[in-house]
């Protein structure tokens, strides 16, 4: 079945990066988007950026632009997520999810990862 | 301020029919599909109807979705405990900053 793999926990400190991993499994992952959404403690769903693996093709939210850069390795289905310059208001859940397209719905999500950004 | 207000709360006891709304601009809810995700406690999202009112496969047909030009709406009929969980509407559109958009989210209580 088709699953959606995250990397685990990381604690970080301010000013620090971290890289977030999503490992693909039962498709084709060139064949659908990946895109990237985070939910900080008890709020709601923020929509980060995507990528298309077959041409490497990004967008990211205006918000997150120069500060986030998503990417992926055809070669072992994986796409990853940077965030660069951390704060302490980037502390959250980060998810990824595969789409058909950039405007379609997200079918399959992973399980989360925490991110943690305390001094 | 989200581009999509959802209310912050709904509740209902078990086998009533709920109604939760997302309301936006007509230039976004009008012009654009939109998606409802549903996310019990401690668990990923998950979708639960796509295009304004297409379930997928394995999603039971209590659940429903609508739209009309400034809104749109999930109606969940015969209510059971396990339909306990946040909802988000989404909805996509690339004149927005932001090019996918969330609800804040209803938590949705079974009395």
């Known amino acids: 079945q088709v699953q959606l793999v995250q990397s685990g926990a990381e604690v970080k400190k301010p000013g620090a990066s971290v890289k977030v991993s999503c490992e693909a499994s039962?498709?084709?992952?060139?064949?659908?988007?990946i895109n990237w959404v985070r939910q900080a403690p008890g709020q709601g769903l923020e929509w980060m950026g995507w990528?298309?693996?077959?041409?490497?093709?990004?967008k990211y939210a205006q918000k997150f632009q120069g500060r986030v850069t998503v990417t992926s390795d055809t070669s072992i289905s994986t796409a990853y997520m940077e965030v660069t310059n951390l704060r302490s208001d980037d502390t959250a859940l980060y998810y990824c999810?595969?789409?058909?397209?950039?405007?379609?719905?997200?079918?399959?999500w992973g399980q989360g990862t925490l991110v943690t950004v305390s001094s | 301020q989200s581009v999509l207000t959802q209310p912050p709360s709904a509740s209902g006891t078990p086998g009533q029919r709920v109604t939760i709304s997302c309301s936006g601009s007509?230039?976004?809810?009008?012009?654009?599909?939109v998606y409802w995700y549903q996310q019990l406690p401690g668990a990923a999202p998950k979708l639960l109807i796509y295009?304004?009112?297409q379930r997928p496969s394995g999603v039971p047909d209590r659940f429903s979705g609508s739209k009309s030009a400034t809104s749109a709406s999930l109606a969940i009929s015969g209510l059971r405990s396990e339909d306990e969980a946040d909802y988000y509407c989404?909805?996509?559109?690339?004149?927005?900053?932001?090019?996918?958009?969330f609800g804040g989210g209803t938590k949705l209580t079974v009395l």
């Open positions: 999810a595969r789409s058909l397209g950039y405007d379609r719905e997200w079918d399959f």
């Open positions: 039962a498709y084709t992952f060139t064949g659908y988007y």
């Open positions: 990528i298309n693996p077959n041409s490497g093709v990004t």
């Open positions: 007509s230039s976004i809810i009008g012009s654009n599909y």
């Open positions: 295009r304004n009112n």
């Open positions: 989404a909805t996509w559109d690339d004149s927005l900053s932001a090019y996918w958009v």
